[in-house]
C-alpha cells in the first residue's frame, strides 16, 4: 500500500471531520449536549443571516442590481441552510451510511491487495475538496476584511465622516451607530456566519464525495474478488459476498438520494443563479477593481467547481458499477451451470446511478445544465434591466 495514497485518504477524511465537527453535523454515535448546542447556535445564526438578507432585498426591490447582489448572498446562506436540514431531518439514515461505509473500508485498506485498488483516485478526490475550499476560503476573507480595508483607506486621506459598512447587504430593524458596540457585535455575527457556511458548504459537498470514494472502493474490491475466481469451489464463496456488499451499496445509494437528493437538486439551480448574478454584477460595474475582479473570479470557480464534483463523483460512481458489471460477464462461468445461473442473476442488475429526487440523474450532464441555465438567465435579468 502506497504510504502516500493512505496518508491522503486520512488527511482527506480528518479534514471533512473536523469542518464538519464545527458545526455539529459529523455523524456521532453519543453526542453530548456541546456538540448539539453547536448545531442549534449554527441554524439560529444562519437563519437570522437570511431574514437579514431578505429584508434588505425587499427595501431595494425597485433596485435591480442591489436586489441580485442581495439574492446571490441570500441563497448561499440558505443553501447552508438546506445541507443542514437535509442532515437533521435524516440523522439516523446518516448514522446508518457512515457506519455501513466508514468501518468497513478502513477494515477493507488492512488488505494489501485491495489498498492499493481502493485508493486509486484518492487524491483527485481531495484535491477536489482542497481547491473548493480554498476558493471559497478567499472569498469569505475578502467579504469579510473588505470593510476594514474601507476604514484604513478613509482615515489614509482624511475623508469624514468615516463610513462604516458591513459584511454582507442586510437591512436592519435598528439603528446602527459607526463604530459603536452594536456596530462591532453585528459585524462580529456577520463575519461568524459566513465562516460557519463555508464549513458547512466545504465539509457537506467533500462528504458527498467522500462516502462516493467509498463506495467505488467496495465496487472494486468486488471487481478484485470476481476476477480471480481460480478454484472449482471458490465461485460460491465470492458470489455470496460479491452479492451481500452490493446489497449494502444499493441501501447505501438509497440513503445517499434521500439525503442529498434535495442539496443537489437544489445546488443545480441555485449555482446557475449565482453565476448569473456575479456575471450581470460584471457589466454593471463601470470600473471594477483588480480585488473584486479576483474575488468574483475565486467565487464563480468555486461555483462551477462545487457543482463539477456532485456531476463527476456520480458520473464515476456509475462507471465503476459498469466496470463490475464487465468484470462478473467476464468471469470464466461458462463451464459451471450452477456459477452461470448466478452470473445471468448478477447481469440483470442495472449500474448504479444517483438521481437528485428521482429528477435527473447526477451525471456530469448537470454540470453543462447550469452552465446553459446560467447564460439564459443572465440575458433575462439583463432584458429586464433595460426595460
Request: charged content about 20%; aromatic content about 12%; glycine content about 4%.
Amino acid at each position: 500500500m502506497s504510504r502516500n495514497k493512505m496518508s491522503d485518504y486520512v488527511a482527506y477524511r480528518t479534514t471533512i471531520k473536523r469542518l464538519l465537527l464545527a458545526v455539529g453535523l459529523w455523524p456521532r454515535e453519543h453526542p453530548t449536549i456541546w456538540y448539539r448546542l453547536v448545531l442549534i447556535v449554527q441554524i439560529i445564526v444562519n437563519i437570522c443571516t437570511v431574514v437579514t438578507i431578505g429584508n434588505f432585498v425587499r427595501v431595494n426591490s425597485n433596485d435591480v442590481t442591489r436586489a441580485t447582489k442581495g439574492i446571490t448572498v441570500m441563497s448561499g446562506f440558505f443553501s447552508s441552510f438546506l445541507k443542514t436540514i437535509c442532515i437533521i431531518t435524516n440523522r439516523k439514515e446518516a448514522d446508518e451510511l457512515h457506519r455501513l461505509l466508514d468501518p468497513a473500508f478502513f477494515k477493507l485498506l488492512q488488505s494489501p491487495k485491495f489498498s492499493t485498488l481502493m485508493l486509486k483516485e484518492v487524491t483527485i478526490f481531495r484535491n477536489l475538496m482542497r481547491v473548493l475550499g480554498s476558493l471559497l476560503t478567499c472569498s469569505t476573507c475578502a467579504f469579510i476584511i473588505t470593510p476594514i480595508i474601507l476604514v484604513f483607506h478613509q482615515r489614509k486621506h482624511d475623508i469624514n465622516p468615516v463610513k462604516y459598512l458591513l459584511i454582507i447587504p442586510g437591512a436592519y430593524p435598528w439603528k446602527i451607530t459607526p463604530n459603536g458596540f452594536v456596530y462591532k457585535f453585528i459585524y462580529t455575527m456577520e463575519a461568524v456566519s459566513m465562516t460557519l457556511t463555508v464549513f458547512v458548504a466545504v465539509g457537506i459537498d467533500s462528504l458527498f464525495t467522500f462516502y462516493v470514494f467509498q463506495i467505488i472502493g467496495r465496487f472494486r474490491e468486488m471487481t478484485y474478488r470476481i476476477s480471480n475466481i481460480n478454484e472449482k469451489n471458490d465461485f460460491r464463496n465470492a458470489i455470496r459476498e460479491c452479492v451481500r456488499q452490493h446489497e449494502i451499496l444499493m441501501r447505501c445509494r438509497d440513503i445517499l438520494e434521500k439525503i442529498y437528493g434535495p442539496i443537489v437538486l437544489w445546488t443545480i439551480i441555485i449555482n446557475a443563479i449565482h453565476l448569473c448574478g456575479q456575471i450581470f454584477e460584471f457589466t454593471q460595474m463601470m470600473g471594477i477593481s483588480v480585488q473584486r475582479a479576483i474575488f468574483s473570479s475565486a467565487y464563480m470557480i468555486a461555483k462551477f467547481l462545487q457543482t463539477f464534483m456532485y456531476a463527476w463523483a456520480g458520473m464515476r460512481l456509475t462507471e465503476e458499477s459498469e466496470n463490475y458489471k464487465t468484470a462478473v460477464y467476464a468471469a470464466n462461468w461458462h463451464s459451471n451451470k450452477t456459477f452461470m445461473t448466478s452470473v445471468i442473476i448478477m447481469l440483470a442488475q442495472k449500474p448504479m446511478v444517483l438521481t437528485t429526487c428521482k429528477f435527473s440523474v447526477i451525471s456530469i450532464d448537470i454540470f453543462a445544465k447550469v452552465v446553459n441555465t446560467a447564460i439564459s438567465y443572465f440575458f433575462l435579468l439583463q432584458t429586464i434591466d433595460e426595460e
